[in-house]
């Protein structure tokens, strides 16, 4: 089963993509993680991309496809892989190309906006060391302090109402033409973040629910054994 998820900025895509690969025993590839290991073992390709990534900017195209479908044709892949996630419509095709490569199947992670703005507003760090709080379900024992190194907590600007809503409106720019090419493919399929799945006082769907949501629907695909 050859899987990508879409979603956007605090859906939780990535956690659930690396959760699905461990339940179906297939291998989790995400772009980012991708270019920072190429950085790591000083690959020039790969110190380029982290450039962009580090500014919140997308990998070129000519240089994002090679390295992402070299990377889907090792052997490790083989068995299926889960890709989180193509950055366009471009990319996407790209992959579609060969058979090697070619997706399965698309899980759209809907969130509604209201929620995604609690959870940023609930969301603090520390200036020292960087740990989050939710200021809902994990709040630091004393107000405005890290637990951890006494550090002040503050909100990140990424987690404002404002940004919020100017990153959604970004994502829907960028994923729209995405979400398209798989829907007309057939090939897309939505989990969402109902209301009624969160607990009370609490600002998130809890991961197993959407775990099953995702497992449901690769079962009703039936594509490959689930273990
Ligand atoms: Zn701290």
Redesign the pocket.
């Known amino acids: 089963m050859k899987l990508i998820f879409l979603g956007p900025p605090n859906s939780g895509k990535g956690t659930y993509a690396k959760r699905i690969a461990e339940r179906t025993k297939t291998t989790y590839i995400s772009s980012s993680g991708l270019f920072r290991d190429a950085a790591d073992r000083g690959m020039e390709f790969g110190k380029k991309a982290m450039e962009y990534i580090n500014l919140g900017r997308p990998v070129p195209n000519e240089m994002a496809i090679g390295v992402l479908i070299e990377r889907l044709n090792q052997p490790d892949c083989a068995n299926g892989f889960i890709f989180d996630t193509p950055y366009n419509a471009d990319q996407a095709k790209e992959i579609d190309k060969n058979e090697k490569t070619k997706i399965d199947v698309a899980i759209n992670v809907t969130v509604p906006e209201e929620i995604l703005i609690r959870r940023g507003a609930s969301r603090v760090a520390?200036k020292?060391?960087g740990?989050t709080y939710n200021l809902l379900t994990v709040p630091p024992k004393k107000e405005g302090v890290?637990d951890?190194?006494d550090?002040e907590l503050y909100q990140r600007e990424d987690d404002k109402k404002e940004k919020i809503i100017i990153r959604l409106e970004e994502y829907r720019i960028r994923a729209g033409p995405l979400e398209e090419y798989y829907k007309n493919t057939n090939r897309l399929e939505e989990v969402k973040w109902d209301k009624e799945l969160i607990p009370e006082g609490g600002t998130d769907v809890p991961i197993e629910d959407m775990i099953k949501q995702v497992m449901d629907i690769l079962e009703r695909l039936k594509s490959f054994q689930i273990k």
Do not use: E, P
């Open positions: 520390c020292k060391c740990t890290c951890k190194c550090g």
